[in-house]
């Protein structure tokens, strides 16, 4: 998924700085991503640490960490029920042709009108088999991001759905084909929760906690609102010229409250290393971030510049490159 802040290009230096505080062996140690998002980080160090807590406060992220990070044993069979999915007949009355595809007079142009009727057709379907008892959570999970993933690689957007594109671009031109989204099997227990991070903090704890908390005012529950509606596929009425939701709104994203909110989580955090993933665009300041940690241990941090691509909003999909520096704030807690 194209998505904001994504470290996929930035794991091996994260691999790097972690196991250069906590040792080479990571095999018994709890490993805590409590800002998941697509939970790229948890899907990554899965295989490497003795348990994963994924945690996002964002109902698609959670849909996608149920199945890549809490499934950890083989589905049989699951690949007959995504060729059912595709099978599925394209239905005119569902949530999404019907709020969100120019077709049905909406207004609104996120999918082309038979991909939002085969969203449709393929959500009802696996919410019917869940209600039904014919499929088990776990391949509840499974069917869900797929189908979540695969909508999003055929979205009229320029890669958040913050708006919609006046005329369909040649990926959301082309017809839906879900996908499976494979994760890794390894025998052990995950644990997945959808919470906001500063309530969680107080339940949860191991050895190493990976921050990468929002670092501006963007919101995420705006940015993808619609991934948040396939996946709880209820009805609402849409708001304004891109069919919004109410969402949550973090107290990270805001100037005026975000210090308080990471202070406060820090200094709860029942774990011996702390991460905290920030670049040089963020609303705290290095001082800050240096500041609060140092209160609460050992505080080092690492940097490396990367090209971060952005979507360029005069054309479709074409992108220009930032470069950034990307910082790893480490807290060893005493």
Known sequence: MNYIGSKYSL???????????????????????????????????????????????????????KNYIWNHEDIPGKAAFISELNACE??????????Y????????????????????????????????????????????CSLVESADKVANTASVYGAFL????????????????????????????????NRLISSVSGDILYLDPPYNARQYGANYHLLNTIAKYR????????????????KYCRAGSVRTEFASLIRRASFRYVILSYNNEGLMSLD?????????????RVERKYHRF?????????????????????????
């Open 288 to 300: 800050d971030i240096r500041r609060i940690m140092s209160e609460y241990g050992r505080y080092d």
């Open 101 to 144: 595809c120019i077709g049905s007079g909406s207004g609104r142009q996120y999918f082309s009108d038979e991909n939002g009727m085969k969203i449709d057709a393929a959500r009802q379907r696996i919410e019917q088999w869940r209600q039904s008892g014919a499929i088990s959570e776990h391949l509840y999970f499974f069917l869900l």
């Open 235 to 250: 009805p609402f009425v849409p708001q304004g010229k891109t069919g919004l939701d109410s969402y949550y709104k973090s």
């Open 90 to 99: 394209p239905i005119n009355t569902g949530f999404i042709y019907n709020n």
């Open 11 to 65: 794991l091996p230096f994260v691999e790097a700085a972690v196991r250069d505080v906590t040792g080479d062996d990571l095999s018994r140690m709890v490993f805590c991503d409590i800002f998941a998002g697509t939970g790229i980080v948890g899907r990554y160090f899965k295989p490497l640490a003795g348990k994963v807590i994924s945690n996002d406060v964002e109902y698609y992220s959670y849909v996608l960490n």
């Open 310 to 334: 952005k979507a360029d909003k005069t054309e479709n999909r074409r992108h220009k490159a930032s470069e950034t520096v990307e910082y790893l704030h480490i807290l060893e807690k005493f």
């Open 166 to 197: 006046k005329h369909l671009k040649k990926t959301a031109a082309k017809d839906m084909v879900i996908e499976p989204a494979e994760f890794t099997v390894n025998g052990r227990r995950h644990d997945v929760y959808n919470e906001d991070a």
